[in-house]
């Protein structure tokens, strides 16, 4: 399984992913969404120990990346023996034609694993303020930092909770937070 993600220009990302012997590659994709973002929620919305079913837990997931003019769409659907069907389509030259990239299943952690070891490399890179003069999003660090946690802990990223029976606030420990980003 390999993912590369990488800038080739202001605002223009190139790479692949593959994952059994299958593969779609992405060139030219561009800030006209935030695609990294989008993949990384994607994935955060499928893992019971990132977010709860209160918070938006889902086992379908999906986003597109814009290529002007063409859509890579990604899909994903978490089994409950924790493999995940990942189908990769980009739409083709021809109206109503989608060319499947991938359609294979394989395991969450496996897959999960390697975005997370590519974006971190990439933000460790570019910098915080750099990933935003690049890609005119600012880098999802929340997500990034909980599947993180996730990776390393096999377990949810712990909040303290403060307040009284008419709400919650929640907060994290920001040298925590730094210490794992750094990791």
């Known amino acids: 399984m390999k993912f590369e993600y990488k800038f080739v220009s202001r605002w223009v990302v190139d790479g692949f992913i593959e994952i059994n012997s299958q593969r779609s590659s992405f060139n030219g994709v561009t800030y006209v969404t935030d695609c990294l973002g989008d993949l990384l929620s994607a994935l955060l919305h ?4 990132c977010i709860s079913k209160d918070d938006g837990l889902k086992t379908n997931t999906s986003c597109e990346w814009n290529s002007e003019p063409y859509i890579t769409t990604w899909n994903f659907t978490l089994r409950t023996n924790g493999m995940l069907h990942v189908i990769v389509t980009n739409d083709g030259k021809e109206e109503d034609e989608d060319i499947v990239d991938i359609d294979t299943e394989c395991p969450y952690d496996s897959l999960l694993e390697i ?17 935003k003069e690049n890609w005119d999003y600012e880098f999802p660090l929340s997500t990034f930092l ?27 420990n920001l040298h925590k937070d730094i210490e794992l980003f750094l990791k």
Do not use: A, Q, R, T
């Open 115 to 131: 975005i997370v070891l590519e974006v971190d490399s990439l933000i460790k890179k570019h910098g915080i303020v750099g990933y």
């Open 146 to 172: 909980k599947l993180k946690n996730y990776l390393i802990n096999k377990k949810p990223y712990l909040l303290n909770e403060i307040g009284d029976e008419y709400g919650e606030i929640k907060i994290s």
């Open 46 to 49: 499928l893992n019971v120990d």
